[in-house]
């Protein structure tokens, strides 16, 4: 009896030492990499409209001392002339000699487009990714009556910059130059030949 019960205490013993086997845990460190290829992605609009209201115009063109007068446009008093006539070709002419020099340059009126354009990018054979622009097309928007606006010196705001990474954004502007001595009329201009585009790419990364 005595033997028998020391087996079966020997057998519990066993079931026990397998159940808690059953219940051991075991770990392993995987190591996990994962290799990146480099890319640019370049975003752009494919359409801007830009709106120049009268009263923008006015500030543009106003010289300074100018206020604006109560119907939108602009009175400008810039003190009394003291105006001599003369005879010229046996006509009577006078000459108040108003100085254009005091307004805007109808010529090279600056127009920057801010946040146009936006660049990720990782990788490349830099650490730097470079944004570059060219006009293309023609250069001159027409309008009504033969009123033409040119545009010239293109370029792009914050054109190099360090890559910005997938999860953040570099983001830069245009800018170029306006040239209404040629305006003669209100309204769109846009066009009528090949139209004036500039083409953004990124010119090294």
Not at 64 to 72: D, E, K, Q, S
Not at 174 to 196: A, E, N, W
Request: proline share 4%; net charge negative; charged share 10%.
């Amino acid at each position: 009896m005595k033997n028998t019960m020391q087996h079966l205490a020997t057998a519990g013993a066993l079931i026990g030492a397998l159940a808690l086997g059953q219940n051991a845990s075991a770990q392993i460190n995987v190591d996990v990499d994962i290799t990146l290829g480099s890319i640019t992605i370049l975003y752009s609009f494919t359409d801007i409209q830009v709106n120049i209201d009268s009263t923008t115009l006015g500030t543009l063109f106003t010289p300074a001392g100018c206020t604006p007068g109560a119907l939108g446009s602009q009175e400008c008093d810039l003190g009394a002339a003291n105006v001599t006539p003369a005879v010229s070709a046996g006509a009577l002419n006078a000459d108040a000699n108003i100085n254009p020099a005091a307004l805007a340059n109808v010529s090279a009126v600056p127009l920057t487009l801010n946040n146009v354009w936006a660049v990720r990018a990782i990788g490349g054979t830099t650490a730097n990714t470079t944004v570059g622009i060219t006009g293309t097309g023609d250069t001159t928007l027409d309008g009504p009556s033969g009123s033409i606006i040119t545009v010239s010196n293109i370029a792009v705001t914050g054109g190099t910059f360090a890559d910005p990474g997938l999860g953040n954004l570099a983001r830069g502007g245009v800018s170029m130059d306006l040239d209404f001595s040629q305006v003669s009329d209100d309204g769109l201009h846009d066009g009528t030949g090949p139209t004036f585009l500039y083409t953004i790419e990124v010119t090294g990364t």
